[in-house]
């Protein structure tokens, strides 16, 4: 009973961080940092969910508030980025579609921290 109750927890305590952008991309220079910001997000551990919507799992709010700061510090100077928080119990009732079909859950791929 108290493993099920500890992976309960688990679903509130690991976190999600979803990063939107919209940025802009009339010139090369805006193309090269809209681009530099995207490598910054995969180098960090991001994946994409959307176009210009990355996430990246995190074990807990303290190691989500690590790659926070991170992106923070990558952020252009032009352009709309918002931050999101989510707990993977909220990331679980996500209902996804592909046109009307509904598309299949993504399953959570355990990455190793090291620090």
């Known amino acids: 009973m108290k493993k099920e109750s500890f992976s309960r927890f688990n679903q509130y305590r690991n976190m999600w961080i979803l990063v939107f952008y919209d940025l802009p991309t009339e010139t090369r220079l805006e193309r090269k940092v809209a681009s530099d910001f995207r490598k910054a997000l995969l180098k960090d551990g991001f994946t994409m969910f959307q176009f210009s919507i990355y996430k990246r799992f995190c074990l807990s709010l303290e190691n989500a508030e690590v790659h926070i700061k991170r992106t923070k510090f990558n952020l252009p100077k032009k352009g709309n ?20 079909k509904e598309a299949p859950p993504q399953r959570t791929i355990p990455q190793l921290q090291l620090f």
């Not at 980025?81 to 009307?100: A, N, P, S, V, W």
């Open 81 to 100: 980025i918002g931050i999101m928080k989510i707990t993977d119990k909220q990331f679980g009732m996500i209902e996804l579609y592909e046109g009307r």
